[in-house]
C-alpha cells in the first residue's frame, strides 16, 4: 500500500511538502515516482528517485521547481514543490516502478492539492 | 516523444473495445496500460505490451504492432468504464493523452 494525504492547501508563492508512505513492500528496494493529473487532465509524469537515492530525474516542465527525497527508514517518499503557482493545482500520485521497462504496479489513492489565494 | 490516444471511445455493453496508442517508434517500446476511475487510483491493467497482472480480467488484452499499440477490452462490462492511458519508458517517462471508455 502507498499511504497519502487526501488534500492539502497552499497559497501561491508558498513551498509545500507532499509524502507518501510504503507499506506490504521493500519499500528500500522500490524506484518510486510521482505522477500529476491537473483537474480535467491527464496523468503527467512529475518525477522519479531511486531506491537509493543516487539518481534522480524529472519532467522537463517541473525542473528547478522541484525536489524528490525519500527515507528508506521510515518508508516514506517526500515530493517538495516551491514557487507554487494556481497551476500546480491537482492530484500527486505516488507510483512504485514495477520492473526495468518502467511500468508502475503500485498507487497511492493520490493527494489533492489546492493552491488558492 | 508524444504518445497519441483517441479522446473518448464508446462500445456497446458486451461487445469489445479497441484503444489505440500511437507514436514515433511505438513497435520496439514496451507500452504500458493503466485502467483509472475518478477518486480512484489508476490500475495497471497491461504491461510489457501483452503482459497481464495478477487480478486483470482476461477479457482485456494487448498488443503493439504495425506502429499502434493496442488495448483491447473483449464482451465490455459497466465496470470497465473508466479512463485508459497508455505509458512507455524512453528515457522518461511519457504518458498518452488518455481515452474516456463509455458502455452503453
Known amino acids: 500500500q502507498l499511504m497519502q494525504s487526501e488534500v492539502r492547501a497552499a497559497r501561491p508563492g508558498a513551498t509545500l511538502g507532499l509524502s507518501c508512505r510504503a507499506s506490504?513492500?521493500?519499500?528500500?528496494?522500490?524506484?518510486m515516482h510521482w505522477v500529476r493529473q491537473a483537474p480535467g487532465k491527464g496523468l503527467e509524469w512529475v518525477g522519479f528517485?531511486?531506491?537509493?537515492?543516487?539518481?534522480?530525474d524529472f519532467g522537463d516542465s517541473w525542473k528547478g521547481r522541484i525536489s524528490i527525497s525519500r527515507d528508506n527508514g521510515e518508508n516514506t517518499l517526500y515530493l517538495q514543490i516551491f514557487r507554487l503557482t494556481t497551476d500546480d493545482t491537482g492530484v500527486y500520485y505516488c507510483?512504485?516502478?514495477?520492473?526495468?521497462?518502467?511500468?508502475?504496479?503500485?498507487w497511492g489513492r493520490g493527494t489533492l492539492l489546492i493552491v488558492s489565494s | 516523444d508524444a504518445l497519441t490516444q483517441p479522446v473518448s471511445v464508446s462500445v456497446a455493453l458486451g461487445q469489445t473495445a479497441r484503444i489505440t496508442c500511437e507514436g514515433s517508434?511505438?513497435?520496439?517500446?514496451?507500452v504500458h496500460w493503466y485502467q483509472h476511475k475518478p477518486g480512484q487510483a489508476p490500475v495497471l491493467v497491461i504491461n510489457r505490451d501483452s503482459n497481464r497482472p495478477s487480478g486483470v480480467p482476461d477479457r482485456i488484452s494487448g498488443s503493439n504492432s504495425g506502429g499502434t499499440a493496442t488495448l483491447t477490452i473483449t464482451g465490455a462490462q459497466d465496470d470497465d468504464e473508466a479512463d485508459y492511458y497508455c505509458?512507455?519508458?524512453?528515457?522518461?517517462?511519457?504518458f498518452g493523452g488518455g481515452t474516456k471508455l463509455s458502455v452503453l
Open positions: 506490504g513492500f521493500k519499500f528500500s528496494d522500490s524506484d
Open positions: 507510483a512504485r516502478e514495477g520492473g526495468t521497462s518502467g511500468w508502475f504496479d503500485y
Open positions: 505509458q512507455v519508458w524512453d528515457n522518461i517517462v511519457i
Open positions: 517508434d511505438i513497435g520496439v517500446k514496451s
Open positions: 528517485i531511486s531506491s537509493n537515492e543516487r539518481n534522480k
